[in-house]
C-alpha cells in the first residue's frame, strides 16, 4: 500500500523517501490503543511491542531498499543510518539493560 501511495508523488526522492518513513516506522502507541479498542489483549500486545520494534526497524532498510531502488541513494548516504539506529536502539538497549 505504501509504494501504491508512492508512485503518486513527484520524483523527488527526499519526498518520497520522507513519506515512506512515515508510513513504514512503527507506531507503537497506535498498536497498543487499538488492541484495546478491539478487546484484544493489552498485556500481550505490550509484551511483543520491543520485538515488533526490532523487526521494524530491522526490515526498513530492505523496504526502503525495496521501494525507492536507486533514488535511496540519491535521497541520503547510508552512513547516515548509522547515528540514528544507535540514536534509537541505545535508549532501547539501555533501558533493556537496566531493567534487568
Keep these: 500500500m505504501a509504494w501504491l501511495l508512492v508512485q503518486w508523488l513527484p ?7 520522507g513519506v515512506l518513513l512515515v508510513l513504514l516506522v512503527p507506531c ?3 498498536f497498543i490503543t ?4 478491539g478487546k484484544g489483549s493489552v498485556p500481550r500486545a505490550i509484551a511483543v511491542t520491543p520485538i515488533n520494534l ?4 530491522l526490515l526498513l532498510p530492505f523496504y526502503l ?3 525507492l531502488g536507486a ?8 552512513a547516515d543510518i548509522w547515528p540514528a ?4 536502539l541505545g535508549p532501547l538497549a539501555a533501558a533493556a539493560l537496566s531493567e534487568r
Aim: cysteine-free; aromatic content about 16%; hydrophobic content about 65%.
Design 28 to 30: 507503537t502507541y497506535w
Design 11 to 17: 520524483a523527488d526522492p527526499a519526498l518520497r523517501l
Design 65 to 67: 531498499w525495496l521501494m
Design 71 to 78: 533514488e535511496l541513494s540519491a535521497a541520503f548516504a547510508p
Design 54 to 57: 526490532l523487526l521494524h526497524l
Design 85 to 88: 539506529l544507535v540514536v534509537v
Design 34 to 37: 487499538f488492541s484495546q479498542l
